[in-house]
């Protein structure tokens, strides 16, 4: 089964500075998706970004970029210019193929405190 | 009004009471499935289900049980509630089909709390 390890329950940041958060994950498919989701204090699970395995290429979506390492099975999440709004609990998540039945595994979460 | 409801979104009850969580979504997706969040454990899966007649065991569906009533609603039910369910359960959905790129697409989440 796959497995998503967050390895930082917690990270702090300075307003307006950059933040990176792990994600490692266990996988002997070669094509799937990766996926980092945002749970503000409304608990609401807000996508921010996606990356597809077979793109070489980081995904990026405004202050928020990933740095996608196939081999190492890693897939961190750096946030940019950081701002009070982006203090929220983080969650990787992987979806594989048919072998893993097209379901999203998640990670254990980092929770982001941003300190004006 | 959400594409993915849920109700309640917050309940408390006793040990050993029958409790249902209820789902439905306006986005028209095959694909429905209940998670499971508790802290430090992330979003687990309960079950889930890939049309109205299909429905799959996730990893911890032990103690639950769920309805796919429609395309557009799939319930949860705790049949004999008991205090390590108290949770934050979420209602979730997806494309189906090789086009999809599997981001789910949650509900609001409902909060129980088993006493």
């Known amino acids: 089964a796959q497995t998503v390890t967050q390895s930082q329950p917690e990270m702090s940041v300075q307003e307006a500075e950059t933040v990176t958060l792990s994600c490692t994950y266990d996988?002997?498919?070669?094509?799937?998706?990766l996926f980092w989701y945002k749970q503000p204090p409304s608990r609401q699970m807000i996508l921010v970004i996606r990356?597809?395995?077979?793109?070489?290429q980081n995904a990026t979506e405004n202050r928020f970029s990933v740095n996608f390492q196939k081999a190492a099975k890693s897939f961190s999440l750096k946030i940019s210019d950081s701002q009070l709004g982006d203090a929220a609990m983080y969650f990787c998540?992987?979806?594989?193929?048919?072998?893993?039945?097209?379901?999203?595994?998640f990670g254990g979460g980092t929770r982001v405190l941003v300190k004006p | 009004d959400a594409d993915v409801t849920q109700t309640p979104r917050n309940r408390i009850t006793k040990t050993g009471k029958r409790i249902m969580l209820e789902c439905s979504q306006t986005?028209?997706?095959?694909?429905m499935y209940w998670y499971r969040q508790d802290p430090g454990l992330g979003l687990r899966l309960i079950y889930y289900?890939?049309?109205?007649?299909?429905?799959n065991k996730g990893e911890i569906s032990d103690g639950y049980s769920v309805s796919r009533q429609a395309q557009a609603k799939f319930s949860l039910s705790l049949e004999s509630a008991i205090p390590n369910q108290t949770a934050l359960y979420f209602c979730?959905?997806?494309?189906?089909?090789?086009?999809?790129?599997?981001?789910?697409?949650f509900g609001e989440g409902s909060r129980l709390t088993v006493l």
């Open positions: 990356q597809e395995a077979y793109k070489q």
């Open positions: 986005k028209g997706h095959d694909r």
């Open positions: 998540a992987y979806k594989g193929g048919k072998a893993a039945g097209n379901k999203l595994t």
């Open positions: 979730a959905t997806s494309e189906m089909g090789t086009g999809g790129t599997g981001e789910l697409f």
């Open positions: 996988t002997s498919e070669s094509d799937y998706y």
């Open positions: 289900s890939f049309d109205v007649k299909d429905i």
